[in-house]
């Protein structure tokens, strides 16, 4: 059985449908991308067996005290293979076109759904010379508004706060860009939000409110349409790129500052997917993509109350500050 879905600007073709991702039709043109669930790629000759070089090692542990994820280039870099501390393997081809995932008990397609909608493609959108900001972004009438950070910023709680102000949700944790015409299109990922329960509970009254993704992962599965909230599915022009600053028990936060190109292009390349593993040619594009986003999408810097109470307020801030930027007007001029 194949089917397909439309993730990131890209048609996948599966052997299993990803949950939480809408089937859509075949196309005439093939997929961008071919996925092979519970196939080993080793076992079944697609990439030979051979020796492999640790090019990534997370500093994140998990359980066990083992690296959360560590990464091998094999068969002479013509392959990467990603290794989880549960068990979860993933293999791609350096041309991004192809992924293969194994994984065992106790761990669910749920589980692994999560690897590879989230890090998994991140890498592989590199691969492919897509630029892939760690961030979530909402849709301000035609055009995007990102939300940057690292893990544990606020994005996808950000975000989810706005959706229920009725605005979209874009994207969570990757927002991937393609450039076009002088402006920077934000693509469409998929039409839920991974929250912790502390921010479900904020949110929703109770952490309960919302399911989680699997017995065996503790966040939570924000439906988008299950809740009433609204999912962009097309890719919108990047209007303004907002970076999470840490939170703070100031008594003027939340806060919005500016900041200079300098500062702006540094969050920006330490906050992109997988700049541990882009050689210097992608890079290269990398550093030449950024500069020109920079000089089209204006960046700030927000600075959240620690206290859940006052995420109205930042909302609010948020809007004050996309209506100042004139980003529906920007937005209708790019479409």
């Keep these: 059985m194949n089917v397909f879905h439309s993730v990131f600007g890209l048609t996948l073709r599966s ?11 075949s196309s005439d043109a093939g997929a961008d991308v071919e996925l092979f669930l519970s196939i080993d790629p080793c076992a079944d000759g697609n990439i030979p067996t051979g020796s492999e070089d640790l090019v990534y090692v997370s500093s994140y542990t998990g359980s066990d005290g083992q690296p959360a994820l560590r990464i091998w280039k094999t068969e002479g870099g013509h392959f990467l293979r990603m290794e989880y501390f549960d068990g979860a393997q993933f293999w791609m081809d350096s041309r991004g076109t192809q992924v293969w995932a194994t994984w065992n008990e106790p761990l669910l397609l749920e589980d692994v759904a999560t690897y590879l909608l ?57 927002v991937a860009l393609s450039e076009e ?16 329960s502390e921010s479900a509970k ?24 299950e809740k009433g909230l609204a999912f962009a599915a097309r890719a919108l022009p990047l209007g303004a790129i907002v970076l999470l600053g840490d939170r703070t028990d100031e008594e003027r936060a939340p806060w919005i500052e500016s ?17 541990n593993l882009l050689d210097p040619e992608m890079r290269a594009r990398e550093f030449g993509l950024l500069g020109r986003l920079l000089a089209v999408v204006p960046v700030c810097r927000l600075h959240p109350h620690q206290q859940p109470s006052r995420i109205g307020r930042m909302c609010d801030l948020i809007e004050d500050h996309c209506r100042l930027l004139g980003l529906g007007a920007l937005g209708m001029k790019g479409t």
Excluded at 181 to 196: D, E, K
Aim: charged share 15%; net charge positive.
């Design 15 to 25: 052997n299993h449908a990803l949950p939480g991702l809408s089937v859509i039709s």
């Design 118 to 174: 989230g890090p998994v493609l991140g890498l592989l959108l590199r691969l492919r010379g897509v630029i892939c900001l760690h961030a979530s972004a909402v849709a301000w009438d035609d055009c995007a508004i990102a939300f940057v950070g690292s893990e544990g910023a606020g994005k996808s709680t950000t975000a989810a706060a706005l959706a229920g102000r009725s605005r979209p949700v874009i994207s969570d944790d990757i």
């Design 181 to 196: 015409r002088n402006r920077f299109l934000a693509h469409p990922a998929y039409p839920y939000l991974s929250l912790w």
């Design 202 to 225: 904020t949110l929703f009254g109770s952490e309960t409110a919302l399911p989680v993704f699997s017995p065996n992962y503790d966040k939570r599965q924000l439906l988008l349409a």
């Design 259 to 275: 900041v200079t190109p300098r500062q702006s292009m540094l969050c920006l390349v330490a906050d992109s997917y997988a700049t």
